[in-house]
């Protein structure tokens, strides 16, 4: 559907130039045929009436081409003609009244009559010779060169009504244009199928990469799982019972010993700590306690620290086993950071949930880092994570500034599919 509306809109782009640019090509054939036009009328039929008594302004010859060019006037959409010799004087127009006026002559009918191109324009007319012309609108206006009986160059101008030039184009536009709309729609088509493969393949590699990367978060927990049952039954249980051992022989052999008491502190202390790193390795069970449970779990290690943990969690969360095991390794991640790294006395745990998705965010008033240069050293698992919630659809932010503490916030959408 994406890729219909792309190429829609690459239509139109391509359409819309295409089309002011056959409206220009149509315009200037118009002009062109209107020079050859009143070339043609210039030559034939003033250029042999254009006689010394024309120059002098003789009535009989004025009147004998008024008679020659009256049925172009008439009929052919001629509005107005005049004629100009050298000197800017108006020898002939179809306006008695101008006849025999003199206007300043502008360049291009000096370059015109020097023996330059023909010209035609299409405009409104409101030079001060136009006084006939300016009230009909745009105008198209004519200037070629003829050469009188007796050889002096003239200029013929003639104007035209704008009506049949716009007609011809739109008859080369409606010639033009729906060949090359076909043509570019089954362009369109023709790339169809290739895009849809393309797209299907997209969304197939991105499929498998959300697949691998639930498999390889799937494998990492249960690696932690492993490692934290091997702690727990294993080292701890040995280091325990070596405390209680130590505990023993402090009482009934050869008296408590200052050695032995510090040994079975240093002992016990490691145990407390090993037992943290096995809540931290491995998240609880999810669906026996629940989300707002789990994160409850998480505040010993931080507490231990001196760090007062607040929990914002809704009574309700709407939250599948994945993206609840997603939202806790957020928290796990960032409460470890807290606690290692941030100096701070409070942080707090916020969840939120809608209909689009869900957020979590874990803010503390520690004493941040600069953000320019990246999370320092020992922030990789939420690097990690990030990458994570990018490859599913989803966003991990971290803001932070030197001395103003550091929020983390990640959130999740709802596959569409799953909204109501």
């Not at 050859?36 to 024309?54: E, F």
């Amino acid at each position: 559907m994406k890729f219909l509306l792309m190429g829609g809109l690459a239509l139109v782009l391509v359409a819309l130039p295409v089309t002011f640019w056959v409206r220009a090509v149509a315009e200037e054939q118009a002009l062109h045929d209107g020079i050859l036009i009143t070339q043609r009328l210039a030559d034939h039929t003033a250029g042999p009436l254009a006689t010394d008594g024309l120059l002098a302004g003789d009535p009989v010859a004025i009147s004998e081409l008024d008679r020659q060019v009256g049925p172009w006037l008439d009929k052919e959409g001629v509005l107005r003609i005049k004629i100009w010799n050298p000197d800017g004087k108006v020898v002939y127009s179809d306006q008695s009244s101008i006849i025999g006026q003199v206007f300043e002559l502008r360049a291009p009918e000096r370059a015109l009559l020097a023996g330059g191109e023909a010209t035609a324009t299409l405009g409104h007319q409101e030079e001060f010779e136009n006084q006939f012309e300016s009230a009909d609108g745009e105008l198209v206006e004519v200037y070629v060169r003829f050469v009188a009986v007796n050889g002096t160059p003239l200029i013929f101008e003639a104007y035209y009504d704008d009506e049949p030039l716009r007609e011809e184009q739109q008859e080369v536009l409606y010639g033009m244009f729906p060949p090359l709309l076909l043509s570019l729609f089954a362009l369109q088509l023709a790339q169809l199928p290739t895009a849809v493969r393309l797209a299907r393949k997209i969304q197939a590699n991105r499929t498998a990469s959300h697949r691998l990367l639930k498999h390889a978060a799937e494998a990492s927990d249960l690696e932690r799982k492993r490692i934290a049952r091997d702690l727990h039954d294993d080292v701890i249980q040995d280091l325990s019972g070596l405390a209680y051992a130590l505990e023993s022989e402090g009482l009934h052999g050869g008296g408590k010993t200052p050695v032995l008491a510090e040994a079975r502190e240093i002992l016990q202390r490691n145990v407390r700590k090993l037992r943290a790193m096995t809540t931290e390795l491995y998240p609880p069970d999810l669906d026996e306690y629940g989300l707002t449970a789990a994160l409850a779990r998480l505040a010993g290690p931080v507490q231990d620290h001196g760090i007062a943990l607040e929990l914002d969690v809704p009574a309700e969360i709407d939250l599948d086993r994945d993206q609840a095991a997603m939202l806790y390794r957020v928290a796990r991640e960032s409460l470890a950071n807290v606690a290692k790294h941030s100096h701070a006395t409070r942080v707090r745990v916020s969840v939120r949930n809608d209909p689009r998705g869900a957020e979590i965010s874990v803010t503390d008033d520690g004493i941040g880092f600069d953000e320019a240069h990246g999370p320092p050293e020992g922030h990789s698992g939420l690097r990690i994570l990030r990458d994570t919630f990018r490859a599913t659809g989803g966003t991990l932010e971290i803001r932070t500034a030197p001395g103003a503490g550091t929020t983390v916030k990640a959130r999740l959408e709802r596959p569409a599919a799953a909204l109501p």
